[in-house]
């Protein structure tokens, strides 16, 4: 098992930064991509971005490219969503996954571990 904590949200106004922090814990060796997702009310839990666990791989949603950034420290079992230029659009709630099979793929269903979620809210 996995054990995943998120930290970092907040309020903020449109155009400032956040940084989301995930710690991992458990079986972290078994990870291959850790992500973030967030859901905003009344809307379906949508992918955000995705690390590969070792390498550089990087993937975004077409939303957030060029705004955000993830990152991971492995000698922390941590990443990190770096978020600029935030919009209104932004606020949902941030959730951290882990996933251990070999292939990206972005749908929630295929992502094993999850954190209990960190509130974004960005307002005008």
């Known amino acids: 098992q996995v054990q995943l904590a998120e930290s970092g949200g907040g309020l903020v106004q449109a155009g400032d930064s956040l940084r989301l922090s995930c710690a991992a814990s458990?079986?972290?060796?078994?990870?291959?991509?850790m992500g973030w997702f967030r859901q905003a009310p009344g809307k379906e839990r949508e992918f955000v971005a995705a690390?590969?666990?070792?390498?550089?791989?990087?993937y975004y949603a077409d939303s957030v490219k060029g705004r955000f950034t993830i990152s991971r420290d492995n000698a922390k079992n941590t990443e990190y969503l770096q978020m600029n230029s935030l919009k209104r659009e932004d606020t949902a709630v941030y959730y951290c996954?882990?996933?251990?099979?070999?292939?990206?793929?972005?749908?929630?269903?295929?992502?094993?571990?999850w954190g209990q979620g960190t509130q974004v809210t960005v307002s005008s």
């Open positions: 690390i590969r666990w070792s390498g550089d791989s990087t």
């Open positions: 996954a882990a996933r251990s099979n070999i292939g990206l793929v972005v749908s929630p269903r295929a992502w094993a571990y």
């Open positions: 458990g079986r972290t060796f078994s990870i291959y991509y």
